[in-house]
């Protein structure tokens, strides 16, 4: 059983910073590629930012691209969002989520994840 508990949401002003955690349980961490979205009320959950299983290589959704930052620590089996330069429109719950399989590289998809945490809400005030 796999379990994703993600932490540091909270509410800032508009230009602050947050940086989300995630702790993963229960498999290899290193195995996964990991992924971070976010569902603000009534929109589609939407892709954030993923990074391969090494912490190589990482993606961004256009819209956080040179504000957010993923990255990993596969010894505390952690993956974190840093997140710079915050505006109201990034206010939503953010979740993280696990690849599932070695074959399985970031992906923007939702079923490119087999395992999700329950979300972290960050609130932007203006």
């Known amino acids: 059983q796999v379990q994703l508990v993600e932490s540091g949401g909270g509410l800032v002003q508009a230009g602050g910073s947050l940086r989300l955690s995630c702790v993963v349980s229960?498999?290899?961490?290193?195995?996964?590629?990991m992924g971070w979205f976010r569902q603000a009320p009534g929109k589609e959950r939407e892709f954030v930012a993923a990074?391969?299983?090494?912490?190589?290589?990482?993606y961004y959704a256009d819209s956080v691209k040179g504000r957010f930052t993923i990255s990993r620590d596969n010894a505390k089996n952690t993956v974190y969002l840093q997140m710079n330069s915050l505006k109201p429109e990034d206010t939503a719950v953010y979740h993280c989520?696990?690849?599932?399989?070695?074959?399985?590289?970031?992906?923007?998809?939702?079923?490119?994840?087999?395992?999700w945490g329950q979300g972290t809400q960050v609130t932007v005030s203006s």
């Open positions: 989520a696990a690849s599932g399989s070695l074959w399985r590289g970031p992906s923007d998809e939702l079923d490119g994840y087999a395992y």
């Open positions: 229960g498999r290899t961490f290193s195995n996964y590629a």
């Open positions: 990074i391969t299983r090494s912490g190589g290589s990482t």
